[in-house]
């Protein structure tokens, strides 16, 4: 056999396939093991190739060249369920591409030619560790596994003889999986692992939780009957969202778990599909995890139900501050390229923009005095790639520089990672912390709001009517449709917050919006003039009125503005009217629980419109017009408008009829 130093670069590809047996298979427990005159011979052949280890369970057993071993006198011990077996190869000089594959007698008739007794296959040049499943009806049997390994082809059958390869055969104790855990036997991973990065889950592996939300993917969940997920340990309050074949939804109308505290357990019963996925919700520390196939109960004892809610955000950012940690990243390729004075300007920027947004009653610090990090990978490894990848190792390379976890870095404190963009990554921010790739105040002064537990600006698309039927926010609520809101489209322009949003961040006296109670002609002044010592307007800078279907499940929030008319030139000629309580199904408690929805008070005047959010560019209720309240509670109508425009002087008077 002439094995060439050139062999073509297809056959250099390491993969890897998998057979899993049919699960439908059914077996009488018996022990006895077929004598070897009834298997089919098979060997191999050649100098250059063997099989080198084979490891499987309690198994590991190294060997030298030979064309067949009969090692029938070592046994490894199985489960029905998840096992993993590792093949290594040996080579006297240079290795080459072998192709394996692995033999089961389950049904233990002499050979291996039944239906999913093809357990393993796979090749590459180094060793393989493949996992397999063995059926949940196979159980109480000892029996004959083989092991083939072949130069450069497959193995095409059991009975093959190889010329240049080997041929092993062992025996294999299956025993039946153990599908109960005992209550109580669940490791505190977080006492010895770091936070888990990783998305896939296996049978019985421990792990420790980051804080935060975390997704996590379940393979080869249909050879299972059922998959316990427990959680324990630490900290905090954990929701978990399970299901088989997609994504489960976080709106509790696909499986979920919710009790009091860390202790959860959640399982999927009969899975069908290849896949499940698993959604790690709410606010912990230091809490672990672990999956059990075919387990009919979970290791924890939960704690008391908690009551289920349309939204579980926060009610608004509680400190009058915030400290950015600046991280400053870049690829092994590629030099950080943002300069330091450029940097310090944009930031200031964005500084500035709070101070006036909040009235005065707001400071941002930011802190980048960490030396520059490399990634210690090209910026070309991103490129295509999910941005989890991303985040997964900019937050260890922050972790393992400075000991800081960056999704829990304490109160006050966000932390900024900044770096030359990849191809196709835009800014993103995930409370608490940013991945900033645009060099702009602006972006940051947006970024900075998710970060610390605000949503975008939404629009309420009703179709031809100005509030739909709230029921399906996929098709109701337009992101970023709130176009003249810093959340919205308005970061570039540093448009302000709406009074909304400025509430959540406790920037409001509770006389600058009042609740109106009695109908009457009110004046409300321009909210957009404020400085770092008020919004220095004579009066008040917004109303809200209550309705819904109960007298306070709906709030509206009106307000007017006269400056950033990039996007509706009639902006200081009306107002703009927002709702809240309307499709709020927020999840995540490090965000605020309410939505703000600006009403497109002229629907569908833009009926050939030329982007997404061009409906809602005259959206403010303008002079003149009036509007009645969806549930009947009250009608209002825009009167005069007054004051000098662009000062805090700017005015419009609003007339409230209360039904």
């Keep these: 056999m002439n094995k060439s130093n050139n062999i073509h670069p297809i056959y250099k590809l390491i993969t890897t396939s998998i057979f899993m047996a049919s699960s439908h298979l059914a077996f009488a427990s018996v022990s006895n093991v ?62 080459y591409d072998e192709h394996w594959a692995v033999y089961i007698d389950y049904n233990q008739d002499g050979d291996f030619d039944d239906t999913g007794e093809q357990v393993v296959t796979g090749n590459s040049h180094n060793a393989l560790q493949i996992p397999f499943n063995v059926p949940t009806s196979v159980h109480g049997v000892t029996t004959r596994m083989r092991v083939a390994m072949r130069y450069y082809n497959p193995v095409s059958s059991a009975c093959n003889n190889i010329s240049a390869g080997e041929i092993e055969d062992y025996t294999v104790s299956i025993s039946n999986i153990d599908t ?46 059922t998959i316990a997920i427990s959680t324990s340990h630490g900290t905090g309050n954990i929701t978990l969202f399970a299901k088989n074949g997609e994504r489960p939804k976080t709106d509790y109308t696909d499986p979920y778990s919710r009790h009091v505290g860390n202790n959860e357990c959640i399982i999927i019963n009969t899975p069908s599909e290849y896949w499940s996925y698993l959604e790690v919700n709410g606010t912990h520390e230091n809490t672990s995890l672990v999956v059990d196939f075919n387990a009919t109960a979970c290791r924890v004892e939960v704690g008391e139900t908690e ?66 990090i490399n990634i210690d990978k090209p910026i070309t490894y991103y490129e295509g790639q999910s941005s989890n990848q991303w985040h997964a190792d900019w937050q260890a390379k922050v972790l393992a520089a400075t000991g800081i976890n960056a999704k829990s870095p304490g109160d006050k404190t966000v932390i900024l990672v900044t770096a030359p963009k990849p191809n196709g990554y835009n800014s993103t921010a995930e409370a608490p912390y940013i991945s900033l790739f645009h060099q702009d105040g602006g972006v940051l002064a947006h970024e900075l709001g998710h970060a610390m537990g605000i949503r975008h600006a939404y629009g309420l698309e009703g179709e031809s009517q100005i509030i739909g039927a709230g029921v399906d926010k996929e098709t109701e609520s337009i992101n970023y449709g709130g176009l003249f809101s810093l959340m919205g489209k308005g970061s570039r322009e540093y448009m302000d917050f709406d009074l909304m949003h400025k509430s959540y ?25 404020g400085n770092s010592t008020g919004h220095n307007t004579p009066g008040n800078i917004g109303l809200r009125l209550q309705s819904g279907n109960t007298e306070s499940d709906h709030t509206y929030w009106l307000e007017y503005r006269t400056t950033n008319h990039k996007y509706g030139n009639d902006i200081d000629n009306g107002v703009l009217v927002y709702l809240q309580g309307m499709l709020e199904k927020e999840q995540n408690p490090k965000y605020w629980q309410h939505t703000s929805h600006l009403l497109d008070m002229t629907p569908n005047s833009q009926s050939s419109a030329d982007w997404w959010g061009q409906d809602f560019t005259d959206s403010e209720l303008a002079l003149g017009k009036s509007y009645s309240d969806k549930w009947g509670a009250f009608t209002i109508k825009v009167l005069n408008k007054g004051g000098e425009l662009g000062t805090p002087n700017a005015w419009m008077d609003i007339s409230v009829t209360l039904h």
């Design 34 to 95: 077929k004598d070897a005159n009834t298997y089919c011979n098979s060997e191999g052949g050649g100098s250059h190739e063997w099989i080198s280890n084979v490891k499987l369970n309690n198994l590991s057993y190294s060997s030298g060249q030979e064309a067949y071993s009969d090692n029938t006198d070592k046994t490894a011990n199985l489960t029905s369920g998840h096992n993993s077996i590792t093949l290594t190869p040996g080579f006297r000089s240079k290795s």
């Design 505 to 529: 961040m406790g920037w409001l006296k509770p006389n600058d919006v009042p609740v109106i109670t009695q109908s009457g002609i009110y004046r409300i002044y321009a909210l957009d003039h």
């Design 307 to 372: 009551e289920i809610k349309d939204n579980y955000g926060n009610d608004g950012y509680t400190d009058s501050s915030v400290n950015i940690k600046v991280f400053r990243i870049e690829f092994s390729d590629t030099p950080f390229d943002w300069n330091t004075n450029d940097m310090n300007t944009e930031f200031n920027k964005m500084v500035d923009f709070y101070k006036r947004s909040s009235y005065g009653q707001f400071d941002v610090t930011y802190d980048m005095s960490h030396p520059v």
């Design 180 to 225: 109960s855990p005992e209550t109580g036997d669940m490791p505190n991973a977080c006492e010895s692992q770091t936070p888990f990065t990783g998305r896939d889950l296996f049978d019985g592996q421990t792990i420790c939780l980051d804080s935060g939300r975390q997704t996590f993917n379940i393979a080869n969940s249909d050879n299972y009957t």
